[in-house]
């Protein structure tokens, strides 16, 4: 009897040849998916974005600029709903007071570091979403080569089993040849900050179109595996002529997606048209979409 029993089980779990290669094609069809499936779990929006002269309007009414328009709950109220339907995981700010000036545009979902410089009220800032509890954040002070020039602000966070970087400069603005020399001294030392780092993603206002001035770019990337996604993308805020804003990484970007997304209140032209609109800002949010490993 046992040896009846042993032979029918071993009948029921017998397969024909041809069963059994369709039962690994399955398998190796599914194997195939999960790749495909980190992907997905792992797709980050990064944005950045130069607000403006964003102060917290609490006894700002005479900050620089001189004349300028402070900003009503409205305008703050503008400006949050189109960042939260951009909703970025990462978003990297300049021209800010302070964090309670940037956590005015922001859903509660955020967290915030600014910088802070005596005596200086255009800082940069990184804000990251909640969901990301481990974090780190570092100061570049050397980018501050001379008053007026900005510091840098880095957000350091894991994603998966890999921890990424993501710097947010502002560099000198201006066409004279003072201030390019400037901009050009605060480029090498970007170059050089950038050597010792990897998995990371440098973000903001550069002052020059990175995609057309040959001598910047190079300044930059010397030597770095440096990758300009938005290198193509044309311009669309505010009818301006070159795109100064941008997202740069040293991770591959085949799937990614580099955007500039306008203010439903854009016409094409920053001229104060309706006035409301100087109270918006002069700059339009630039995103990165991509799939991390």
Same mark, same amino acid.
């Given at each position: 009897?046992?040896?009846?029993?042993?032979?029918?089980?071993?009948?029921?779990?017998?397969?024909?040849? #041809? *069963?059994?290669?369709?039962?690994? +094609?399955?398998?190796?069809?599914? $194997?195939? %998916?999960?790749?495909? !499936?980190? @992907?997905?779990?792992?797709?980050?929006?990064?944005?950045?974005?130069?607000?403006?002269?964003?102060?917290?309007?609490?006894?700002?009414?005479?900050?620089?600029?001189?004349?300028?328009?402070?900003?009503?709950?409205?305008?703050?109220?503008?400006?949050?709903?189109?960042?939260?339907?951009?909703?970025?995981?990462?978003?990297?700010?300049?021209?800010?007071?302070?964090?309670?000036?940037?956590?005015?545009?922001?859903?509660?979902?955020?967290?915030?570091?600014?910088?802070?410089?005596?005596?200086?009220?255009?800082?940069?800032?990184?804000?990251?979403?909640?969901?990301?509890?481990?974090?780190?954040?570092?100061?570049?002070?050397?980018?501050?080569?001379?008053?007026?020039?900005?510091? #840098? *602000?880095?957000?350091?966070?894991? +994603?998966?089993?890999?921890?990424? $970087?993501? %710097?947010?400069?502002? !560099?000198? @603005?201006?066409?004279?040849?003072?201030?390019?020399?400037?901009?050009?001294?605060?480029?090498?030392?970007?170059?050089?900050?950038?050597?010792?780092?990897?998995?990371?993603?440098?973000?903001?206002?550069?002052?020059?179109?990175?995609?057309?001035?040959?001598?910047?770019?190079?300044?930059?990337?010397?030597?770095?595996?440096?990758?300009?996604?938005?290198?193509?993308?044309?311009?669309?805020?505010?009818?301006?002529?070159?795109?100064?804003?941008?997202?740069?990484?040293?991770?591959?970007?085949?799937?990614?997606?580099?955007?500039?997304?306008?203010?439903?209140?854009?016409?094409?032209?920053?001229?104060?048209?309706?006035?409301?609109?100087?109270?918006?800002?002069?700059?339009?949010?630039?995103?990165?979409?991509?799939?991390?490993?």
């Amino acid at each position: 009897m046992l040896e009846k029993f042993n032979t029918m089980q071993k009948e029921k779990i017998s397969f024909s040849p #041809g *069963i059994l290669i369709r039962i690994l +094609i399955f398998f190796g069809f599914l $194997s195939g %998916l999960l790749p495909s !499936l980190s @992907a997905q779990e792992t797709k980050l929006k990064i944005v950045s974005y130069n607000a403006m002269f964003l102060y917290d309007e609490v006894g700002d009414e005479n900050k620089f600029p001189k004349g300028r328009s402070p900003r009503k709950e409205s305008d703050f109220e503008k400006i949050k709903a189109h960042l939260s339907k951009i909703d970025p995981d990462i978003l990297a700010v300049q021209e800010v007071e302070n964090e309670t000036a940037v956590l005015k545009i922001l859903p509660n979902s955020y967290l915030c570091s600014v910088t802070k410089t005596p005596g200086y009220q255009q800082e940069v800032g990184i804000c990251w979403k909640k969901k990301f509890v481990s974090h780190e954040i570092l100061l570049y002070p050397e980018l501050s080569l001379e008053p007026g020039a900005r510091s #840098g *602000i880095e957000l350091k966070v894991s +994603i998966g089993k890999k921890k990424y $970087s993501f %710097l947010n400069v502002h !560099l000198k @603005a201006g066409h004279s040849g003072k201030d390019r020399n400037l901009r050009f001294r605060q480029l090498k030392t970007l170059n050089e900050i950038l050597k010792g780092k990897k998995n990371y993603f440098l973000l903001g206002d550069m002052n020059v179109p990175l995609g057309k001035d040959k001598k910047s770019w190079k300044l930059l990337s010397e030597d770095l595996d440096l990758k300009n996604p938005g290198r193509y993308t044309k311009q669309t805020c505010w009818g301006h002529k070159s795109l100064i804003d941008f997202i740069l990484t040293d991770i591959p970007f085949e799937n990614a997606r580099f955007s500039q997304i306008p203010f439903p209140e854009d016409d094409g032209d920053f001229d104060g048209i309706p006035e409301s609109e100087k109270r918006l800002s002069d700059h339009c949010p630039v995103a990165l979409e991509i799939g991390l490993e």
